[in-house]
């Protein structure tokens, strides 16, 4: 059965198998926490060669049944018509407490795998088309009206613009300005500029990300590889502590109901799919008490920052290759 992505929300409880296909990865994302949200369970993460390379370890924890777990929600990526043959077996198995959810690029008419989802009614599909500037731009004003920003149409058409309909960039780039402006309302031109031309290099997300997952190496190579300037390092900060916030908020959920799939599934706004690998990892790192260092180490950087602009970059090289080699105690 064919659904368009606006009526997702008519989805049935019922429904076990998802495909979402098409190169609008953003618009993706959306549909899949979308269905995460009506549906709890463990969630396991596959690329389909993983399973074609291991398809006796696939079969055995879709089919067996645990203590542990009530459902189980299985994620397939870079799913192709590879696949069609063990999806087929699924269904003919009748599989219970059990969710499928297929992503896949772009499908052809004739692939046999968006075929067979879009002939039968129990199984649904849903195509993601590529968003025009319209769509991103009418995204943007409801994100600005939402947080309380003003903004130009002018500007708002500089950030879309930027995003070369990418939907996932433009999100990027919302948050950006967002955490940007933290006692700020309005935003010119030139900020706009100076914020969105960061996109050209690791996004500002990976580097905090694996900076807060202690991934030393990979924050190594963000920062050699990439040419950051002194108003860059504000932006930098103030990103950590919105992630930082984020954490701490977290870890105290998971304090008190010791699982961690529960408080990353049902975190508020929802986590990504794909952001919740390096979640899950950053959680391990760091408890509440010591976030909240480092969510005060933050602010006195920032301040250090301002006082001492010529040796900001510095400043927060220094600080983020601390806080990556720093062991946390577990």
């Not at 542990?68 to 590879?82: G, M, P, T």
């Not at 002939?119 to 943007?140: E, M, V």
């Not at 933290?182 to 900020?191: F, L, R, Y």
């Not at 002194?230 to 304090?255: P, W």
């Amino acid at each position: 059965m064919i659904l368009k992505t606006f009526e997702i929300n008519k989805i049935s409880n019922q429904a076990t198998f998802f495909l979402l296909y098409g190169k609008n990865e953003g618009l993706k994302t959306e549909c899949i926490n979308e269905i995460l949200k009506k549906n709890d369970g463990k969630i396991f993460n596959y690329d389909e060669k993983q399973i074609k390379d291991e398809i006796e370890n696939f079969y055995e924890n879709i089919l067996s049944g645990s203590l542990f777990e009530n459902s189980k929600i299985i994620i397939i990526n870079r799913a192709s018509d590879k696949i069609v043959e063990i999806i087929q077996e699924l269904i003919n198995r009748n599989i219970t407490n059990t969710k499928i959810i297929i992503n896949a690029d772009i499908l052809e008419k004739k692939s046999k795998l968006r075929s067979l989802f879009e002939k039968k009614q129990d199984l649904i599909c849903i195509p993601t088309y590529p968003d025009n500037n319209d769509t991103l731009s009418k995204l943007s004003a409801t994100f600005f009206r939402k947080e309380n920003i003003t903004i130009s149409q002018q500007n708002i058409n500089l950030i879309v613009e930027k995003c070369n309909g990418d939907r996932n960039s433009l999100k990027n780039e919302l948050n950006k300005i967002k955490n940007y402006l933290i006692n700020k309302k309005k935003i010119s031109s030139e900020e706009i500029l100076k914020l969105i031309n960061l996109s050209e290099n690791y996004e500002l997300s990976e580097l905090i990300d694996n900076c807060l997952a202690k991934n030393k190496k990979k924050v190594t190579n963000i920062l050699n590889e990439n040419n950051y300037n002194s108003d860059d390092c504000i932006i930098i900060l103030r990103t950590f502590l919105s992630k930082a916030k984020r954490i701490l908020k977290l870890a105290v959920q998971l304090e008190q109901n010791k699982d961690i799939f529960k408080t990353i599934n049902s975190a508020r706004p929802p986590i990504f799919w794909k952001d919740k690998e390096i979640l899950k990892i950053q959680l391990n790192k760091w408890k509440p008490n010591q976030i909240k260092r480092l969510i005060n180490e933050i602010t006195n950087i920032e301040l250090e920052i301002k006082n001492n602009y010529n040796n900001s970059i510095l400043i927060i090289k220094n600080f983020i290759f601390e806080q990556s080699y720093t062991q946390t105690s577990n």
